[in-house]
């Protein structure tokens, strides 16, 4: 099974700031990664799939990177909307989720 | 637009069984893989069962031998079929596929 690691657990920061949100995997996922957001009461909602490319209609302020066992989701400058908790994901065996990370205000 | 509407969720004793359904519209079943995830309240997302194009399955270890994963095609809906249900399976139900979401059927398992 291969197991997802998220960094840090919560990130506290204020508007307009840049977030970088670190997605580690137990091996290899190649590019098979995607994030997620996610509201209190709402359904995920896709942001980067294949580790890099934004998903329809997503803000091109949402950016992902990297390859086999170390990805990052970057936010280039917070908007009120983007506070929410952020999974990562991997379909490269089977699936696994990691555990989030909640981006909140500061 | 991809359109997962889930349905079957409620309230059932430890150890009952509930069905859940996934009608799917716009994309077909028989061609996608189809993933079932669940979110306790407050904890975050798990995977729990996947069918695949070619009609494979699998679970997570903690749902094997307990729930079964199928699909009807001329329906265009996948089924969740959970029995022996715990209090721990107590969670919102999600189906999905290439990253469409339902809106999720919730699940409650208490005496």
């Known amino acids: 099974e291969i197991v997802l690691t998220q960094s840090p657990a919560t990130l506290s920061l204020s508007p307009g700031e840049r977030a970088t949100l670190a997605c580690r995997a137990s091996?290899?996922?190649?590019?098979?990664l995607a994030w997620y957001q996610q509201k209190p009461g709402q359904a995920p909602r896709l942001l980067i799939y294949?580790?890099?490319n934004r998903a329809t209609g997503i803000p091109a302020r949402f950016s992902g990177s990297g390859s086999g066992t170390d990805f990052t989701l970057t936010i280039s400058s917070l908007e009120p909307e983007d506070f929410a908790v952020y999974y990562c994901?991997?379909?490269?065996?089977?699936?696994?989720f990691g555990p989030g990370t909640k981006v909140d205000i500061k | 637009e991809v359109q997962l509407v889930e349905s079957g969720g409620g309230l059932v004793q430890p150890g009952g069984s509930l069905r859940l359904s996934c009608a799917v519209s716009?994309?077909?079943?028989?061609?996608?893989?189809m993933t079932w995830v669940r979110q306790a309240p407050g904890k975050g997302l798990e995977w729990i069962s996947v069918?695949?194009?070619?009609?494979?399955?699998y679970y997570a270890d903690s749902v094997k031998g307990r729930f079964t994963i199928s699909r009807d095609n001329s329906k265009n809906t996948v089924y969740l079929q959970m029995n022996n249900l715990r209090v721990e399976d107590t969670s919102v139900y999600y189906c999905?596929?290439?990253?469409?979401w339902g809106q999720g059927t919730l699940v409650t398992v208490s005496s």
């Open positions: 091996q290899s996922v190649s590019s098979s």
């Open positions: 069918i695949y194009r070619g009609g494979g399955t």
């Open positions: 999905a596929s290439w990253g469409a």
């Open positions: 716009a994309i077909s079943v028989s061609n996608n893989y």
């Open positions: 994901q991997q379909r490269s065996s089977l699936f696994t």
């Open positions: 294949d580790a890099s």
